[in-house]
């Protein structure tokens, strides 16, 4: 049984930090694309940042990029997001995602029709 389980959510104030993990079990994402998407209340699951297999190549919705970085382990079979200089807008449901195929070197994908896997999320609020 696949399980991607997203960790590190919380309450921050504006400005701050928090990290997210996501780790894998079940089998390996080591050669396959991930991502992190979010769902504010109200609002269709967005993207956020995606990886290549090995990290070697990544890509940013435009209203994290400079802010958020997404980075993976794959010898922890683990995704992770570093968000600095959040903000309210940022508040919602944190999901990770991860592909069930290899599909290309530096491939990632910013669809939600891409990944085959998603984790139960993590909320992330933010106050003014």
């Known amino acids: 049984q696949v399980q991607l389980v997203e960790s590190g959510g919380g309450l921050v104030q504006a400005g701050g930090s928090l990290r997210l993990s996501c780790a894998a079990s079940?089998?390996?994402?080591?050669?396959?694309?991930m991502g992190w998407f979010r769902q504010a209340p109200g609002k269709e699951r967005e993207f956020v940042a995606a990886?290549?297999?090995?990290?070697?190549?990544?890509d940013y919705a435009d209203s994290v990029k400079g802010r958020f970085t997404i980075s993976r382990d794959n010898a922890k079979n683990t995704l992770y997001l570093q968000m600095d200089s959040l903000k309210p807008e940022d508040t919602a449901v944190y999901y990770c995602?991860?592909?069930?195929?290899?599909?290309?070197?530096?491939?990632?994908?910013?669809?939600?029709?891409?990944?085959?896997?998603w984790g139960q999320g993590t909320q992330v609020s933010v106050s003014s």
């Open positions: 995602a991860g592909d069930i195929n290899y599909r290309g070197r530096d491939y990632h994908s910013r669809q939600l029709s891409a990944y085959t896997y």
């Open positions: 079940g089998r390996t994402f080591a050669s396959h694309a």
């Open positions: 990886i290549n297999w090995n990290g070697g190549s990544t």
